[in-house]
């Protein structure tokens, strides 16, 4: 969670034995937007469910696993808004389960991780609760969010690696890799690189499996500073889709964008988030290039501020 919201420091836990202690939680959410320039088939207002999660997971020895059950929905500036009650998200999305996954910890810098695993990649991550901001941004709607697949962790010092072969944009055809280096230079600061793409082709298409983008590539560099009441996260990020005839692309296209990210915690109760950020892409109807924003060749920025209670 890169947000101001923090799950229960103290969840409900059950000790078996010598299997160790299952620590339970919940993400209860409730959502209302009202917008006055909707996308195609969409309504100008919506009051939902954003989350109605339970949470298991064992956190230590050798076997551990996280598992995340319930309904959701995964609101994104400039898309259309797709409902958890109505149960499309969970249909359109990844299931009623979205996170699931087993971990194998033989060391404590040493672990490997299978099942449907959250991405590497971006500043954002999936789920309202996790972030910031309540919408996931424009930079955000360029990257996998939940793969299937299976990971390798490694620490060395001060430096995290890790390295996943798995589907991409959750296309079930096992052809992406992606990594990424997160590197704290001190208690205040760190630098990440993430790089992801798909080293096939895949021809398969669905609201979470966007063709170009899962058939291209994923670069990020992401700084996170820490001081006292402050955090700001500044991110670049860059795609490019070759072109593939065989499934439509006619040309390559790339996208380069740019966000900050901040939160300013007030006291222990209240913070003010904010992100700005900017992504163009490249490329024209002319050309046969994929449409990877608003139409090829489009550019786009927001600008969110999200005042917090908890």
């Known amino acids: 969670m890169s ?22 939680t919940g993400v209860f959410t409730g959502l209302g937007l009202w917008q006055d320039n909707r996308l195609p088939g969409d309504q100008n207002g919506h009051v939902d469910v954003s989350n109605g999660q339970f949470i298991l997971q064992k956190t230590d020895g050798l076997v551990q696993y996280y598992v995340q059950i319930g309904a959701y929905s995964l609101p994104a500036l400039g898309t259309q808004y797709i409902s958890a009650t109505s149960g499309h998200a969970m249909g359109d999305f990844y299931g009623g389960v979205p996170e699931a996954f087993l971990k194998i910890a033989p060391t404590s810098n040493f672990s490997i991780e299978a099942g449907k695993l959250p991405t590497l990649i971006g500043a954002e991550y999936t789920f309202t609760f996790e972030n910031m901001n309540i919408e996931r941004g424009l930079l955000w709607n360029q990257e996998p969010a939940i793969s299937r697949g299976v990971q390798a962790n490694y620490t060395l010092g001060p430096v995290v690696f890790a390295l996943s072969f798995n ?48 058939n291209g590539s994923i670069y990020n560099i992401i700084y996170t500073h820490t001081a006292g009441p402050w955090t700001i996260t500044p991110y670049f990020q860059a795609t490019h889709v070759g072109k593939n005839p065989t499934i439509g692309i006619d040309n390559s296209a790339e996208t380069f964008g740019g966000a900050v990210l901040a939160n300013y915690a007030f006291n222990s109760n209240w913070s003010l988030a904010g992100r700005v950020e900017y992504i163009a892409s490249t490329g024209s109807v002319g050309n046969g290039s994929p449409n990877l924003l608003y139409g090829p060749g489009s550019k786009a920025m927001s600008l969110t501020v999200t005042p917090t209670f908890q």
């Open 3 to 24: 947000g101001p919201l923090t799950l229960n420091p103290d969840p409900i836990n059950i000790d078996l034995g010598p299997a160790g202690k299952t620590y339970i």
């Open 167 to 214: 589907d991409g944009f959750y296309s079930d055809v096992f052809n992406w890799v992606s990594g990424s280096a997160v590197w704290t230079i001190n208690s205040a600061n760190t630098l990440t690189f993430a790089a992801g793409g798909n080293l096939g082709t895949t021809g398969f298409t669905s609201v979470a499996t966007p063709l170009a983008q899962n």
